[in-house]
């Protein structure tokens, strides 16, 4: 079975511009989380979405903002970028929340420079 | 302040020694707590989870306890080998409707031959 796949790997991008993070996840599961990973703050939570509908939501400003697709896909949008926003960007999926168990994928570097 | 708090911030040990890494929480009502181990620009690859109904649960060399009563959950890793160098990082689930994730800052440990 394959795993979490996150495309790009690496992105470079100047400040105030605006990416996007693509996620595919395990075949079957419809869970989907993003989380932010810096070495100052550790692992944060973004946003989790369950057949196309955003579940939950982290403490994070309205520039960052996902989607689900049908297929359950996933994509992760960040708008004006700022040198902050640089960090390790980690998808999840799991068939659901609670018990289930979640597998994350390689993440995305981006560097703002 | 966190709700999961781990120690050491980092730890150095010799191949073939053991060691034990700590987590304390205060997050409740609470679900269940996992252990992750994530290695340098890797995505966290889960090593157990445990409900609070479980005091110890084992994958391999690695070994969890859970002491609902106390919040508190170790980590033992048996006969460490060079491949356990990497960040070992808590996760405790909240039981409400929401499952909210909270993240220990993680320790890392690097294992020297």
């Known amino acids: 079975k394959a795993g979490v796949t996150q495309t790009p790997r690496y992105l470079i991008k100047t400040r105030g511009q605006q990416v996007t993070l693509s996620c595919s996840p395990i075949?079957?599961?419809?869970?989907v989380s993003w989380y932010q990973q810096t070495p100052g703050q550790g692992l944060q939570f973004l946003f989790e979405y369950f057949s196309e509908t955003q579940r939950n939501k982290g403490n994070f400003p309205g520039r960052f903002s996902g989607r689900q697709f049908s297929n359950s896909r996933s994509e992760m949008n960040v708008s004006t970028l700022e040198l902050g926003d640089s960090a390790l960007y980690l998808c999840a999926s799991s068939l659901d929340r609670g018990l289930y168990e979640q597998y994350f994928g390689p993440g995305t570097r981006l560097t703002v420079t | 302040k966190n709700q999961v708090e781990q120690s050491p911030q980092s730890l150095i040990i010799l191949e073939g020694k053991n060691c034990t890494l700590q987590c304390n929480y205060t997050v409740s009502p609470f679900s269940n707590l996992r252990w992750y181990k994530q290695d340098t620009g890797r995505g966290p690859v889960s090593l157990t989870i445990m409900t609070f109904s479980e005091n110890t649960k084992s994958n391999g060399r690695y070994t969890a306890t859970l002491d609902a009563d106390t919040k508190q959950s170790s980590l033992h890793i048996t006969a460490s080998q060079l491949s356990d160098s990497a960040s070992y990082i808590c996760v405790v689930i909240g039981r409400s409707n929401d499952y909210k994730l909270s993240f220990g800052a993680g320790t890392t440990v690097t294992v020297r031959a």
């Open positions: 075949s079957g599961h419809r869970s």
